[in-house]
Nanobody, 121 residues
Framework: QVQLVESGGGLVQAGGSLRLSCAAS????????MGWYRQVPGKQRELVAT???????NFADSVKDRFTISRDNAKKTVDLQMNSLKIEDTAVYYC???????????????WGQGTQVTVSA
């Protein structure tokens, strides 16, 4: 079935940069939204950035001046370029997709397994 596979997480010093990538695979007819959420222990998962298939973006206020999101519809990938990273950006980052697996199928939400991003002083 549909899978979202993330890569690019790791440890980075504050002020540095990191790029996360996510590839969707499986039975996919069309993807409406791809993006990224993040979660820290004890808190609810929160939106980081999303990008629709027609170019509409949505960013969390805390990251909109530092992060950029892009997607390749042909390759079914979405990237998150994170610059000027802060300690507060430390979290597990999850790839998100809203897609349908066929023309007669409903759109559904899918999640990646999560990748750890740790920003140190």
């Amino acid at each position: 079935q549909v899978q979202l596979v993330e890569s690019g997480g790791g440890l980075v010093q504050a002020g540095g940069s990191l790029r996360l990538s996510c590839a969707a695979s499986g039975s996919i007819f069309s993807i409406y939204v791809m993006g990224w959420y993040r979660q820290v222990p004890g808190k609810q998962r929160e939106l980081v950035a999303t990008l629709t298939n027609n170019g509409r973006t949505n960013f969390a206020d805390s990251v909109k001046d530092r992060f950029t999101i892009s997607r390749d519809n042909a390759k079914k990938t979405v990237d998150l370029q994170m610059n000027s990273l802060k300690i507060e950006d430390t979290a597990v980052y999850y790839c998100y997709g809203n897609l349908r697996s066929g023309a007669l199928r409903p759109f559904s939400d899918y999640w990646g397994q999560g990748t750890q991003v740790t920003v140190s002083a």
